[in-house]
C-alpha cells in the first residue's frame, strides 16, 4: 500500500458534534494502523456561516480527544495553508485550467432565473435540473452578459447519459445515473469555490490517498468523480461511514440531549471514555473486552470491520464507559481533573497545596468506584471539606429522629475528642466502645455518626470517613448536630426543606 494520508476536514459553523468526532477518529486510527498521515484542514467556504470562533473550537475539541494531527492549523505542513479561506488563487487556477480546456464553462444565469425555472420545476412535480442553458453560448452572447452587468458563475460539463460508479470501501460499488446531475457550478460568480470542487482540488493537492467520511457525503460523491475526470486526476479510495441516529433511530440532535464532544466535557466525561464509545459505534471487534484504548485500537483498527448499518447513541452506555475509566483511573490523574469541578462548586479554592491535594488523593481513592461522571465529585465528597453540611432530609429523617440520638452523638463526640491516636481501626474502636457503653448496637451510633458527619445514610467505609474528614471537624460536628436536634432547628429545617416528590412530607 502506498503512503496512507487520510484528512478530517469539517466545516467550522458549530462545536464538534460526537458524529464527526467519530469520523475524525476513524481517520486518526487508519493514518496510525498503516503508518500514514492525519491531515486537518478547514473548509470554510461558507462565509455566511463559517467562523474563526467555531474553527477554534473544533480545535480545542480534538485536542482534548487526543486526536493529534500531522499536518494542519497550528503544525503547518507542505500543503498549506490549511482553511479553504486561504487557498482561493489555487481554485482560481484550476477552474482557469478547465475552462481553458473546455471541461467547465461560463454561466450567466441570474439567482433570480435559476429560482424561477426550480420553482416551475416544482409546480409541475419535477426534479431541479440545470438544463444547460449556457452551456453553448456563443462569443457575442456571453460578451452581451457581461455588458449587462451579469457576473459569471463556473459550471462543469456532466455527461448527459451513462453512469458513474463509487468504489466504496464499506458500501461496495454505488451507481449514479448521470442523467439525474446537471452541470454544477464549480466557482461561484462571487469567486468563491463550491464545496464538491475545492475539496477535491484540496484532496488532489494534498496526496489524500482515502476520504473516509460520513455517508451524507456519499450523494456528493459521484459529482466529484466528475472534478477528478475532469483533471485527469486519480481519485482516492471513498469509504463512507454509517449514520449515528439517537435512540429513537432519528438522527442525532439537541433534542436527544448533549451532542456536542464539549458537553460532554462539560458533564465530566473522559476523553478516554468518549473515543472508546465511538470507536464501538459501527466499528465490530472481536475481542473479549469493550475497554479498548486509542493505542490498542490504533493497532487492531481496519475499515473492513465498519458495520454497514447505522449506529445507535446510547448515553447510558456511554456513562457505564466512563464509569469504567474513572475507576480504574490513576488517583494523581483523577484528583487533577476534579479539582477545577470542586472549585466550581466551592467545594475547594482553585490553588491547593500539596498537602490539601495529597488529602484528595486519599478521599477519591474511598468514593472512586461509586463515581460516574467527574461533576458527581462535588456532591460525593463535599462533606469531606468545611464545617457546614447539607443534610439529606431521608437521611435526618430516618437516623437522627430518635430522642436518643442527641446523647449518643455527644458520647461519641466525647470518646472520639478523648482518642489517643486518630487512625480508622482506632475510630472503629471508640465508636464500638461507645456502643457498648450505652448498651445498644454498634449500628445504632454508626448510623447517626454518619449522617451527623455527612449529612448522608450511604457512602464509603465510615472509619475511613471519619479519619479523612479529621477529627477537630468530625467532633464539631457530632456537637453541632446534637445540639441543633435538641433545639428542634436541625428537624424543622429539614421539614421546610424541598420535597422529594409527590407524596413527601
Not at 479539582?339 to 491547593?352: Q, T
Not at 491535594?357 to 472512586?368: C, G, T
Not at 449500628?443 to 475511613?464: C, K
Request: aromatic share 8%; proline share 6%.
Amino acid at each position: 500500500m502506498a503512503l496512507v494520508r487520510v484528512r478530517y476536514a469539517p466545516s467550522p459553523t458549530g462545536s464538534l458534534h460526537v458524529g464527526n468526532a467519530r469520523t475524525a477518529l476513524f481517520n486518526w486510527l487508519f493514518a496510525r494502523r498503516h503508518g500514514g498521515r492525519f491531515v486537518v484542514r478547514f473548509e470554510d467556504t461558507d462565509t455566511e456561516r463559517a467562523g474563526e470562533e467555531a474553527a477554534r473550537a473544533i480545535i480545542v475539541a480534538l485536542r482534548w480527544l487526543g486526536l493529534t494531527w500531522d499536518e494542519g492549523p497550528e503544525v503547518g505542513g507542505p500543503y498549506g495553508p490549511y482553511f479553504q479561506s486561504m487557498r482561493l488563487d489555487l481554485y482560481r487556477r484550476y477552474a482557469e485550467r478547465l475552462l481553458l480546456q473546455e471541461r467547465a464553462y461560463e454561466c450567466y444565469c441570474t439567482p433570480e432565473e435559476l429560482e424561477a425555472r426550480r420553482r416551475r420545476a416544482q409546480a409541475g412535480r419535477r426534479p431541479f435540473r440545470y438544463e444547460g442553458t449556457c452551456r453553448h453560448l456563443t462569443d457575442a452572447e456571453r460578451a452581451a452578459c457581461r455588458r449587462q452587468g451579469r457576473r459569471p458563475a463556473l459550471r462543469l460539463m456532466v455527461p448527459d447519459t451513462g453512469t458513474v460508479e463509487v468504489h466504496d470501501r464499506i458500501k461496495g460499488t454505488v451507481s449514479f445515473d448521470n442523467a439525474v446531475l446537471d452541470d454544477f457550478v464549480i466557482m461561484k460568480s462571487d469567486g468563491w469555490p463550491t464545496y464538491n470542487f475545492a475539496c477535491v482540488v484540496d484532496d488532489h493537492e494534498m496526496r489524500i490517498s482515502h476520504v473516509i467520511r460520513a455517508e451524507e457525503h456519499l450523494s456528493n460523491t459521484p459529482k466529484q468523480l466528475h472534478v477528478y475526470r475532469a483533471l485527469e486526476a486519480e481519485p482516492p479510495e471513498f469509504a463512507h461511514l454509517p449514520m449515528v441516529l439517537a435512540p429513537d433511530r432519528s438522527k442525532l440532535s439537541k433534542r436527544h440531549g448533549a451532542t456536542a464532544v464539549e458537553e460532554y466535557r462539560q458533564m465530566g466525561i473522559l476523553p478516554q471514555a468518549l473515543l472508546n464509545y465511538l470507536l464501538l459505534l459501527g466499528w465490530s471487534y472481536d475481542g473479549t473486552t469493550e475497554i479498548i484504548s486509542l493505542e490498542e485500537a490504533s493497532r487492531i483498527f481496519d475499515l473492513d470491520r465498519v458495520n454497514r448499518t447505522n449506529a445507535v447513541f446510547d448515553e447510558d452506555k456511554l456513562l457505564w464507559m466512563n464509569h469504567q475509566y474513572i475507576k480504574t483511573a490513576r488517583l494523581h490523574r483523577l484528583a487533577r481533573l476534579v479539582v477545577p469541578r470542586l472549585a466550581e462548586a466551592g467545594v475547594l479554592p482553585d490553588m491547593i497545596t500539596l498537602g490539601e491535594f495529597r488529602r484528595l488523593r486519599r478521599i477519591l481513592a474511598l468514593i472512586q468506584e461509586r463515581m460516574h461522571t467527574l461533576n458527581e465529585a462535588p456532591a460525593l465528597i463535599g462533606y469531606f471539606f468545611g464545617d457546614d453540611v447539607e443534610y439529606d432530609p431521608a437521611a435526618v429523617a430516618r437516623r437522627l429522629a430518635g430522642p436518643e440520638v442527641p446523647d449518643i452523638l455527644e458520647r461519641a463526640a466525647d470518646n472520639l475528642a478523648a482518642a489517643g491516636d486518630w487512625k480508622p481501626d482506632v475510630v472503629e474502636q471508640v465508636i464500638r466502645d461507645t456502643a457498648a457503653s450505652l448498651g445498644v448496637k454498634a449500628a445504632q451510633v454508626i448510623h447517626p455518626v454518619r449522617v451527623a458527619v455527612t449529612g448522608v445514610m450511604v457512602g464509603p467505609g465510615l472509619f475511613d470517613v471519619l479519619h479523612l474528614v479529621g477529627r477537630e471537624r468530625t467532633i464539631r460536628r457530632l456537637r453541632r448536630a446534637a445540639a441543633r436536634l435538641r433545639a428542634g432547628e436541625l428537624v424543622a429545617t429539614v421539614a421546610a426543606g424541598p420535597t422529594d416528590g409527590p407524596g413527601s412530607p
